[in-house]
């Protein structure tokens, strides 16, 4: 029905004027006082005429829309499988489309190359900021006065913002950064958790870790980095409190009784960029860190949610369920 309308209102036109003929050849006829079965009959003969002719043709473009409808989302690829044009307009909108693909296709591979310069440029400067870094840890490791615990303590934190900076680029590399394979999950802890020591006692927190026998199918490299940044929230939101790690099945859950996230902010925490109220009390938040858990969660077939309170911290739990996954 929606195409015979659409045949119909594109063809009313032919309608109108089909209407203004019968009324001049019924005023001829009427003004030459001919035979109205006579006339009658004819005009029979030239309906039927047109209502075949009408069918084919609405036949034929039937099939040529659906057939356009059918390369919706991939006409760059199919533009040149286009049904041959008919008349000078549907060759001048073919040669149209062609050209506009053509832009298309060159801008796209402008747009390409700047992102490759880009990502190559903060590559590089990636690795060669870890260099001072590298330096200035070395000159630190026998300064163990308060003012060197504090630079330290500092030098961490521009690492992590480092390895964020690396982990966001290598984010989008490719499925082949990915190594999937039976991951014991609390190893991957005790290697967070050590790392993370010193902001723990520099920040007071308490943790306690409970065992959770779990074992994962995932990228071990990629997992971690998840747990780090959930780590480092919860270690930079609740300063002097407890964090407490366990499970629950195969879900893995890490709650702090810091500050929590504002019922309004909780839609949209995972969102690049967006800091929320918590953001704009500590100008070094980012508003990535939960970004790239959810996508680095999204690609290994996990997932990750909050559950939070203002004032009476936040719960992160993290599905490792995989189960149409097979061990490498």
Request: glycine share 8%.
């Amino acid at each position: 029905m929606r195409l015979l309308w659409g045949y119909v209102k594109g063809k009313c036109w032919v309608l109108v004027l089909l209407g203004v003929c019968i009324g001049v050849f019924a005023w001829v006829l009427a003004l030459y006082d001919l035979p109205a079965e006579a006339a009658g009959y004819g005009g029979l003969l030239c309906v039927i005429l047109l209502l075949i002719c009408g069918v084919a043709d609405f036949l034929r473009w039937r099939r040529r829309v659906l057939d356009l409808e059918g390369m919706t989302g991939q006409a760059a690829l199919l533009l040149p499988l286009l049904p041959e044009a008919r008349n000078l307009e549907e060759a001048a909108y073919r040669e149209l489309l062609t050209e506009l693909n053509e832009d298309r296709r060159n801008a796209v591979s402008t747009l390409d190359a700047k992102n490759r310069e880009t990502m190559d440029y903060y590559t590089m400067w990636v690795h060669q900021i870890k260099t001072p870094i590298a330096a200035m840890r070395l000159i630190l490791r026998e300064d163990e006065t308060e003012q060197g615990l504090a630079l330290k303590a500092e030098l961490f934190r521009v690492e992590q913002y480092v390895e964020l900076v690396l982990s966001y680029l290598r984010l989008d590399g490719g499925a082949s950064d990915y190594v999937i394979r039976q991951v014991n999950v609390d190893n991957v802890l005790r290697q967070a958790v050590r790392k993370y020591a010193p902001l723990f006692i520099r920040g007071k927190v308490a943790l306690e870790l409970r065992e959770t026998g779990l074992k994962a199918l995932s990228d071990e490299k990629w997992l971690q980095l998840v747990i780090e940044q959930v780590l480092s929230n919860a270690v930079k939101y609740a300063p002097g409190g407890r964090v407490t790690v366990w499970s629950e099945g195969e879900k893995l859950l890490i709650q702090d009784d810091g500050v929590g996230i504002a019922a309004e902010d909780l839609p949209r925490i995972f969102e690049r960029g967006f800091t929320g109220c918590n953001g704009r009390m500590d100008k070094r938040s980012t508003g990535i860190g939960l970004y790239l858990c959810r996508e680095i969660c999204r690609k290994l077939g996990h997932t990750i949610s909050v559950d939070s309170e203002q004032g009476k911290g936040t719960r992160i739990t993290i599905g490792l369920a995989r189960p149409y996954l097979e061990v490498e």
